[in-house]
């Protein structure tokens, strides 16, 4: 039994400082690649930068609106936009205005869910954003990433998985051991072959884009539900809000302007969403007006476009991307 | 819990150390520690379904005490009826009610009798079907006497519980488990080093073979009417790997767990693709459900309807091929329904019976033929044909319905077969993977490599496993045997 154990310890020790070679090599390059201020760095003439979920992702098109560019990403969460736009605003002094989308989900905590996923930006974190994705002392979270905890073992393997991960996080990012080889790996070979996938940078353009239009009522309740509630229940989120303010704050450091947008959305959609979130929302905006002076709020979710301009309930779709992004090209300039 | 979990890696040696460090001196305390890791591991899926599985246990362990203890024959023979007839009850209200109700409503339908549909949303408990069947074998092997009814409700509730084979097996036969859990295990260094690389082995099986198996089998499973018949033909050999892959990848890790522990469990896939024939392959495949099989079904309704069989040939043709026929049949049909509720599994199971039954009829015909056409002297041609009459077999296992299984297989025979497919990077695991079974068949597993005595050498292989199942996994899935 002792050699075996010996033997099982050896062959530990081993590999994990093969690991750590390894992952401080990879660290070392793919970080300097990935996540450099170069990685990040936008087009002299970029001077308006777009932020936000697929509401941003089918609304602006940069052909259309000049000197711009849009970094949105389908399903990008505040928390994550918020790291993103410092790193952006950093490399990027020429830019003028950031525009976000803000829409009445994305103070819903149902996107808490997805904070603990966001690590792939874990590098991009301020030590506020790192304490949140480490923090296991907040239960919600974990109860929206892993479902709801049904018993005493499902709540403690909860915690216990997230202590793995967060282990493995800080594993990884901050001390170079390699946990996931396979990010590495296919990392490394699309570099040899001389192309990294886009998805692997943090400027990924999201792809979200429809040319097609479906009002269906079901899909608008499914959207509904995605958007806006847990279990039937509705309810902010403190991280997202929270988010939103520190948003702010970075636009009024760097000296740009702030654009918050309400795209357009379907009235049939529109009059589905619960006025608890209407309410906060217009809660949100009063206050972050009265405390930023670099703020601009525009309302187009009432816009009475046509069905047909529509993709679904809350995005545009092509055409209607095209139209509105003509309508609003020049208030970034005026 | 999975074992490609985080909670297993976890649950695992915690269970190793108390149970050699801590519950090492005395034997009932160890298997008292192995009973309680066991419900453990099956509560921690739904522990409602604990109570079911404590209740067949000791309903097996009450009922075999009977058999032994009453003296007449009548008398332990109804004992002996009562104990199948609950055992099979549970299973088939658990796992067979609704497709039952269903079938006999499709059955009216298409006799112009139209009947209201009640079916009840009935949770399959995971792992029913491998421990019914111990249950099973534990009453029969007592009332043959093979086996003295166990008094120990420990021991009785471990063997029919132990964690590694609680889920899909093997199907570990209570007159070979239970000695072992009533003698002293004791620590083989060589038998423990091996147990971890059949788990290793087993884990590459499930995450490498069988994950990113099942990408594609999915794509091509759900798409299959608009893409060319030699992408089904693919398709269907995938299906072969991700099946074998999940189940005898599990069967490793199960024995590979079992010798950690100091238990010696039976072999139970046998490199089943390498197989020269269908019965060959059936002895080499899921050897434990084949074998149970064997033994309580097939032999017992072969003796008894040999004896009824009296005269020498029926209808020119011999009785004993009738019998074989017969029986063989019945069994393939009680294999296929054991797999599931779904006319996709009794189907597989029959076609299997066809196999048997042509290669019986034309025993005489095939042997000419081989020896004419110098097959014999090439047993590739005749692996190759084994594997493409069970990938064929494979399709009506893995298609969601009839429908869709003979809509594959239509489409899968047609012009578009000799066209060339597309290859994705599990094609060429696969292939090094064949190549790999075919070097080690003489062995018990894939990874048994002690016959390399450079230590470097044989670690640098672990290492590049560990680096393979951590580079190249398929997204998570189930295991498919979970459902049986």
Redesign the interface.
């Known amino acids: 039994?002792k050699?075996?154990l010996k033997?099982i310890f050896l062959?530990t020790i081993?590999?994990g400082i093969?690991s750590v070679i390894v992952g401080q090599i990879y660290l070392h390059n793919y970080l300097k690649i990935v996540f450099s201020e170069e990685a990040f760095r936008l087009p002299e003439n970029i001077t308006t930068v777009f932020f936000g979920d697929s509401h941003a992702n089918t609304t602006f098109d940069p052909e259309i609106i000049e000197n711009s560019f849009n970094a949105s990403v389908e399903s990008e969460i505040y928390f994550t936009t918020y790291s993103k736009m410092i790193a952006l605003l950093k490399s990027n002094p020429q830019i003028k205005n950031v525009v976000l989308s803000h829409g009445y989900h994305n103070l819903s905590f149902a996107y808490n869910k997805d904070i603990l996923f966001s690590d792939k930006y874990y590098s991009l974190f301020d030590q506020w954003g790192k304490e949140i994705i480490h923090s296991a002392a907040n239960g919600q979270l974990l109860e929206y990433k892993y479902g709801p905890f049904n018993?005493f073992?499902s709540r403690w393997?909860a915690y216990?998985?997230h202590f793995?991960n967060s282990t493995f996080i800080r594993l990884k990012y901050d001390m170079g051991v390699p946990v996931?080889?396979?990010d590495y790996?296919n990392f490394y070979v699309s570099i040899l072959r001389n192309n990294p996938k886009l998805n692997e940078f943090p400027l990924y353009p999201g792809n979200y884009r429809s040319d097609k239009s479906n009002l269906e009522e079901s899909l608008t309740n499914k959207f509904i539900n995605l958007h806006y509630y847990i279990d039937g229940e509705v309810g902010s989120s403190r991280i997202m809000i929270e988010s939103l303010y520190r948003m702010a704050e970075t636009c009024r450091e760097y000296n740009v302007n702030f654009f918050l947008i309400n795209t357009p959305i379907h009235s049939s959609f529109k009059s589905k969403i619960p006025e608890y979130y209407i309410k906060l929302y217009d809660e949100v905006l009063i206050d972050l007006k009265d405390k930023f002076d670099n703020i601009y709020y525009y309302d187009f979710s009432s816009v009475d476009y046509p069905d047909s301009l529509f993709g679904d309930g809350d995005h545009l779709n092509s055409i209607g991307m095209e139209r509105f992004s003509n309508k609003i090209k020049y208030l970034f300039t005026e | 819990m999975l074992f490609n979990s985080i909670e297993f890696a976890i649950f695992l040696p915690i269970v190793f150390i108390l149970y050699w460090f801590v519950a090492n001196k005395s034997l009932k305390l160890q298997n008292f520690l192995l009973l309680g890791a066991s419900y453990f591991f099956y509560a921690f899926w739904d522990w409602r379904f604990l109570f079911l599985l404590i209740f067949v246990s000791v309903l097996s362990y009450s009922i075999a005490l009977i058999i032994q203890k009453v003296e007449q024959k009548e008398q332990k023979k109804k004992w002996l009826i009562t104990g199948i007839s609950i055992n099979l009850l549970v299973l088939a209200y658990f796992k067979y009610f609704n497709f039952f109700v269903d079938s006999f409503i499709d059955l009216f339908t298409t006799l112009g009798i139209s009947l209201q549909k009640t079916t009840f949303e009935i949770i399959l408990p995971i792992g029913i079907s491998f421990y019914i069947f111990l249950s099973l074998s534990y009453i029969i092997d007592v009332y043959w006497e093979k086996l003295k009814a166990e008094k120990n409700l420990i021991d009785v509730l471990l063997t029919l519980g132990f964690f590694p084979i609680l889920l899909a097996g093997p199907i570990q036969r209570p007159i070979t488990l239970l000695p072992q859990i009533k003698s002293k295990r004791i620590f083989h260094y060589q038998s423990a080093v091996d147990g971890l690389r059949q788990i290793l082995w087993g884990l590459f099986k499930k995450i490498v073979i069988a994950d990113n198996a099942a990408v594609q089998v999915n794509y091509i499973f759900s798409n299959y009417e608009s893409l060319d018949g030699s992408m089904l033909l693919l398709g269907a050999f995938y299906y072969a790997f991700q099946i074998y892959g999940d189940f005898s990848g599990y069967s490793d890790i199960a024995i590979g767990t079992a010798r950690l522990l100091g238990f010696n469990l039976m072999q139970n896939f046998n490199y089943p693709y390498f197989s020269k024939n269908i019965g060959e392959f059936w002895k080499r495949w899921h050897i434990s459900l084949s074998s149970w099989l064997n033994e309580y079904l097939f032999l017992p309704i072969s003796y008894s309807l040999a004896r009824k069989l009296s005269r020498r040939k029926y209808f020119g043709v011999r009785a004993d091929k009738i019998n074989y026929s017969i029986v063989i049949t019945a069994t393939f049909f009680l294999c296929g329904l054991w797999h599931g509720a779904n006319w996709t599994f009794i189907i597989w199971g029959l076609l299997y019976a066809f196999y048997l039954i042509f290669a019986l009829f034309t025993k005489n015909l095939k042997k000419r033929f081989k020896k004419n056409l110098w097959l014999d002297k090439l047993p590739m041609v005749s692996i190759l044909i084994t594997f493409l009459l069970t990938s064929l077999g494979w399709i009506f296992f893995r298609a969601d319905n009839l429908a869709q299984a003979f809509g594959y297989i239509e489409r899968l025979f047609s012009a578009s077969l000799f066209t060339i497919p597309e290859r994705s990077r599990t094609l060429y695991f696969i292939i090094a993977f064949i190549i790999i079974e075919w070097l080690q068949r003489k062995k018990q597993h894939g990874l048994e490599i002690d016959n390399i005595k450079f230590t470097a050498l044989r670690w640098s292989i672990y290492y590049l496993i560990i680096f393979l199942i951590l580079n190249f996994s398929g997204s998570q899935q189930e295991f498919i045997y979970f459902q049986f």
């Open positions: 039994m050699l075996f033997k062959f081993v590999f093969c018993s073992f393997f216990l998985e793995v996931n080889l396979t790996l």
